[in-house]
């Protein structure tokens, strides 16, 4: 839901701001209070691959979230 809504009030293009919202806030959450949550080192213990890994994951959802919600957006204009 947070997606849609940066996509719908956002300035960046859809595909591009979902990218950006999946590789960039996804991971920061994920890697600092997701992993503080767990029990887990914060930033996968400083890790670069995982950290990789999980910015490529990431960005594919948030442009794939984003390329999905692209038919509802035309459906209402």
Excluded: Y
């Amino acid at each position: 839901m947070v997606l849609a809504a940066l996509i719908r009030w956002g300035r960046l293009p859809d595909l591009l701001g979902g990218l950006l919202f999946g590789a960039v806030v996804v991971t920061l959450v994920e890697f600092s209070l997701g992993a503080q949550l767990r029990g887990l080192p914060l930033w996968s213990g400083g890790t670069s691959p995982a950290l990789w890994r999980a910015v490529l994951v990431n960005g594919a959802w948030g442009f794939g979230a984003a390329f999905l919600m692209r038919p509802f957006s035309l459906m209402r204009r």
